[in-house]
């Protein structure tokens, strides 16, 4: 294991595995505290930053997704998002999004939620199970962040109204309530410090990984901890020899104000220099959705 900076070239003492304390497997943040948490650190982090424009849209989404809350919920016992974008309520979600959003957005995304507004619920509905189901080529870019975000405001309701799923399946790649990949992990403070989550990009619910492993494979024995100009830097990019993967860590102990989506969004440089070093992001972010090219017609 060791650890690599692009722009500096000290060295730190890599993460020791917290001890078996007592500690819980799964955590399901309040959806409210954190899509305005999520928008306010979007904000904070748009100042002086290359993609600011996008990242205050994404900051506005989040507050759109919050508004919505508490609408078209109806019980199940199990979290299926493929079967939730066939059949869910989320469209009316996606519609009461678009009005909030509408007067807010530069001029620029007016035209694509003018789009999505016109799209019959077929075509939606077809998007989003192909976003459920990580066909991500069969969707537009331009519109896919949106029906994400609206069908991720229903199935994370869902999520935190099912029994949870039985103990000791919390070491998985995939999300163990939904099935989807992780954001990034990360690193908590205050109740859980020091304890590594993994973060569900679908349902926002957090799964405990113990660190020095590879969240993607499990192996331990070849990770290299890649950063921006120091080893102590609040977001690294956790690679693994064994897979060639890699997803990004976030310390919440270093960068108490550290927020998974919005941090990991606007740190995309680290992904970049990742992939020169050769290896293959195996989670994605929201706002970042590995999709096809916007469409022209
Ligand atoms: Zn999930
Ligand atoms: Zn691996």
């Not at 493929?82 to 999004?97: E, F, N, Q, S, V």
């Not at 009005?99 to 019959?120: E, F």
């Not at 569900?200 to 024995?221: I, T, Y």
């Not at 998974?260 to 989670?283: C, I, N, Q, W």
Request: include cysteine; glycine fraction near 6%.
């Amino acid at each position: 294991m060791s650890e690599a900076t692009f722009g500096a070239s000290a060295r730190s003492s890599v993460p020791s595995e917290e001890s078996t304390r007592h500690f819980e497997p799964l955590l399901r943040p309040v959806l409210a505290d954190l899509y305005a948490r999520r928008a306010g650190r979007l904000r904070d982090l748009s100042d002086q930053h290359d993609l600011a424009e996008y990242l205050r849209l994404c900051a506005h989404i989040c507050e759109a997704q919050a508004h919505c809350l508490d609408e078209a919920i109806t019980a199940v016992t199990h979290v299926d998002p493929a079967a939730i974008a066939r059949t869910g309520g989320w469209p009316k979600l996606l519609d009461h999004m678009l009005g909030h959003l509408r007067p807010q957005v530069p001029d620029a995304v007016k035209p694509h939620l003018d789009t999505l507004i016109a799209m019959s619920e077929a075509d939606r509905r077809d998007t989003a199970q192909a976003l459920a189901e990580g066909r991500f080529s069969d969707a537009d870019a331009a519109t896919a962040p949106f029906i994400w975000a609206a069908l991720s405001v229903e199935v994370s309701q869902l999520a935190r109204i099912i029994p949870l799923p039985e103990k000791g399946e919390e070491e998985t790649a995939n999300c163990p309530i939904c099935g989807t990949a992780p954001v990034a992990s990360l690193i908590h403070n205050a109740d859980h410090e020091g304890m590594r989550y993994l973060h569900c990009v679908l349902c926002e619910c957090e799964w405990h990984m113990v660190r020095a492993k590879c969240s993607n494979c499990g192996d331990a024995g070849d990770l290299d901890y890649l950063s921006f100009d120091t080893p102590e830097a609040s977001i690294r990019a956790e690679a693994c020899g064994a897979c060639g993967g890699y997803l990004k860590v976030i310390s919440q102990e270093r960068d108490a104000d550290a927020e998974l989506v919005a941090d990991d969004l606007a740190s995309l440089l680290l992904d970049d220099a990742a992939r020169l070093e050769g290896f293959g992001r195996s989670g994605f972010n929201p706002f970042a959705l590995p999709v096809g090219p916007t469409s022209q017609n």
